[in-house]
């Protein structure tokens, strides 16, 4: 059983809106109560919220398929149905987001850090909330919309203050062991460390984290070894610390061998990583020369040491086993970490920017179907929104939906790119024959039964635009005598 996981693919689905209702008022002595249907409620929110006390994504890798409450359906009185309950997961300080084609959504860093992962589907309106001057009593409600569904991969990169890196056995988990209370697996053999190691260290006034990296080996960066894995968690370090081991005997190995091929495979990692937190070859960079409490180890320690210091390198001669060394050690690695963090730039108070649309822009486009000879394709966020919400098994719903469309300009800019009378029509997933003009206009629509539209049913008369056009002025005229009516007192 893995007991640390720092990289998961999490599926999840937010919460669906409720429905709206479609209810008449009714009382005793109230024949025309009029619509109380109420609203459908929210859908809930999938939230990755920053917890100092998690430490590893362990959970998500058991249990990787995520669902937010769905909103509840309104009821009858003006009832609104209740919220989706919103999911919050917890995941460690030091968690990059990214979406499916590998960008990177948010890098979350900070106690209390939120991002909406997905977003709950709003909740239906229910018929009251769509009553007016001419659907005085709607028969028909708006549909919840459906929770948002995404697939987004966690990664976890450590935030630690000194990063150590250096070759399997190098002491490494020995150093993190005599430095702070950590205790990390030690033994004489390769990769004991398999998973990356956190320690606390106290020097004068500073505290810092430092985090090792298991054992890294030439080939590192193409996958080679556990490296690959593993280096992501140096990236955020303000100071690296080389620990190079001065008493190995395999053949071919030396400090300064070991020094050049850790060096190599950071550099090729940068140049092969997408994400850019930093040039890691631009951190500062301590050497440790361990082991010096073995005498041949130290007599190596004294021949490479000006070599080093020739490079522009801090070295210190240290024993993780027999503590030597390492007060100055801790010193030095508190300065560099104290001076970084004066260079950081204050953090600045949350700004909401708002970006209003300008005015004269589209809110919907229309293309020709490339699958479809003769058919168009509608795409924009309010029309394809307006489909999920209507319910296609209710007439006057249907109805509703092509005044909406028509108001929003999708009809005129079909007849304009010369779209004909049956030509098909997709919008979102629904697909639909191309009607101009069904009927009369929204104005001059008066409903008869609920649930039903008579611009919908083959067969029905509808009067053509001579005959709109003179009913309105004979209504203009009737409202112009009756005005005139009232002024002379008669």
Not at 53 to 76: I, W
């Amino acid at each position: 059983m893995p007991g640390f996981v720092d990289r998961v693919t999490l599926h999840l689905f937010a919460g669906n809106g409720g429905h709206g209702v479609a209810s008449i008022h009714r009382e005793k002595f109230k024949p025309l109560g009029g619509p109380d249907g109420g609203n459908g409620g929210r859908g809930g929110d999938v939230v990755l919220v920053v917890d100092p006390n998690v430490h590893t994504l362990l959970d998500f890798h058991f249990h990787p398929h995520q669902r937010a409450g769905n909103g509840k359906q309104g009821a009858g009185s003006n009832r609104n149905g209740a919220d989706g309950a919103d999911l919050e997961l917890r995941v460690p300080d030091g968690t990059v987001v990214l979406d499916e084609s590998g960008e990177i959504v948010a890098d979350l860093t900070g106690r209390g850090t939120r991002l909406v992962a997905a977003q709950g589907g709003r909740g239906g309106l229910g018929n009251a909330a769509l009553a007016s001057t001419r659907r005085k009593a709607p028969g028909f409600a708006l549909l919840g919309e459906p929770g948002e569904e995404r697939d987004l991969v966690l990664e976890l990169k450590s935030v630690a203050d000194v990063g150590l890196v250096g070759f399997p056995s190098a002491g490494k988990s020995s150093l993190i062991a005599a430095l702070s209370a950590a205790r990390p697996k030690i033994a004489d053999y390769p990769f004991t460390t398999l998973v990356p190691n956190l320690g606390v260290v106290s020097s004068g006034d500073t505290t810092f984290t430092i985090a090792d990296v298991p054992g890294l080996i030439p080939g590192a960066a193409q996958g080679k070894g556990l490296g690959l894995d593993f280096l992501r968690h140096v990236e955020r370090c303000a100071v690296l610390l080389h620990v190079l081991d001065c008493a190995t005997l395999e053949p071919g190995r030396d400090p300064i061998s070991d020094l050049d091929a850790i060096e190599s495979e950071l550099a090729q990692y940068l140049s092969t990583s997408a994400e850019t937190f930093g040039d890691l070859l631009a951190k500062p960079r301590l050497v440790a020369l361990n082991k010096v409490d073995v005498p041949e180890a130290k007599d190596l320690a004294d021949l490479v040491r000006p070599e080093l210091e020739a490079r522009g390198l801090r070295v210190f001669e240290i024993s993780a086993v027999a503590h030597t060394g390492l007060r100055e050690l801790t010193f030095a690695l508190a300065e560099f970490v104290t001076a970084d963090r004066a260079a950081r730039p204050v953090a600045e108070p949350a700004r909401i920017v708002l970006r209003p649309k300008a005015i004269g822009d589209k809110e919907f486009t229309v293309a020709p179907d490339p699958t479809e000879p003769g058919g168009f394709i509608v795409r924009g966020e309010k029309p394809e929104r307006w489909i999920r919400q209507t319910n296609f098994e209710n007439d006057e719903a249907v109805g509703y939906l092509a005044d909406r469309l028509k108001r929003l300009g999708v009809e005129d800019e079909l007849t304009r790119q010369g779209a004909v009378p049956g030509a098909a029509v997709t919008i979102g997933d629904v697909q639909f024959d191309f009607e101009p003009t069904a009927g009369i206009d929204e104005e001059d629509y008066r409903p008869t039964r609920r649930g039903e539209d008579d611009r919908l049913v083959t067969g029905v008369s509808r009067p053509d635009a001579s005959e709109r056009l003179a009913a309105k002025k004979a209504r203009r005229e009737h409202q112009d005598y009756a005005d005139e009516w009232v002024d002379e007192g008669e």
